[in-house]
């Protein structure tokens, strides 16, 4: 994306493991970050996440509606049971969270809502292999949209057609988001 001209920031937090219940600090920081970027740039910020990280990007736009310009998430667990995933044992056991504890499950009833105000595209796989493609997708509102590819997880990063996606999302007016067209050659590629 940074060879397109795109100004490109990683987080800077180290390892993603999700929202983390054990750590009060970290949406501040989180926010604090965003802030930070929209301050140097001087206008809103499209927040690109794969896997947990378009799920932190969904709830920093939920959080700092101001700052988003979009969110676009890659493989993200964002609409339903995290037990959707074929890792979620691995995720409970690496973050020492349990995934039906009461405040996760409150948390994850405010996650799979749609994000108010700020357009979100979900682009999902039905072969990813990691995350359910029922679980990876936005719901239905006049500011989400889905867009079906072929690729495993890990591939999510790397396919051209994603990449395609991620471009024409990002080369989209401020504001005049719309939904991705699936024009005649499109269909080919994107369901």
């Known amino acids: 994306i940074a060879n397109w001209g795109y100004d490109t920031h990683g987080w800077n937090m180290g390892r993603n493991l999700g929202l983390r219940a054990q750590d009060p600090e970290f949406e501040n920081r989180l926010a604090e970050r ?18 947990l990280g378009g799920v932190l990007a969904r709830e920093l736009a939920r959080a700092c509606p101001d ?4 969110v676009i998430t890659l493989g993200s667990p964002i609409g339903g049971d995290p037990k959707a995933t074929t890792i979620w044992r691995v995720y ?6 349990r995934l039906h ?6 948390r994850i009833a405010q996650i799979v809502q749609p994000v ?13 292999g990691i995350v359910s493609h029922h679980i990876a997708r936005e719901r239905e509102t006049p ?18 057609t ?5 471009a024409d999302r990002l080369a989209q007016e401020e504001n005049g ?8 050659w499109r269909r080919i590629f994107y369901a």
Do not use: M
């Open 34 to 51: 965003l802030g930070t970027l929209v301050r140097k740039s001087g206008r809103k910020v499209s927040l690109v996440g794969w896997s």
């Open 162 to 166: 994603v990449l395609h996606a991620i």
């Open 143 to 160: 500011l989400t949209d889905n867009i079906r590819v072929v690729s495993s997880h890990v591939g999510l990063g790397f396919s051209a």
């Open 177 to 184: 988001w719309q939904p991705f067209r699936k024009t005649f």
């Open 101 to 106: 504890s009461e405040e996760l499950r409150q």
């Open 116 to 128: 108010p105000g700020v357009p979100c595209t979900a682009i999902y796989s039905r072969s990813d």
């Open 67 to 70: 700052h988003v310009r979009q």
């Open 92 to 97: 409970e056991r690496a973050t020492e969270t």
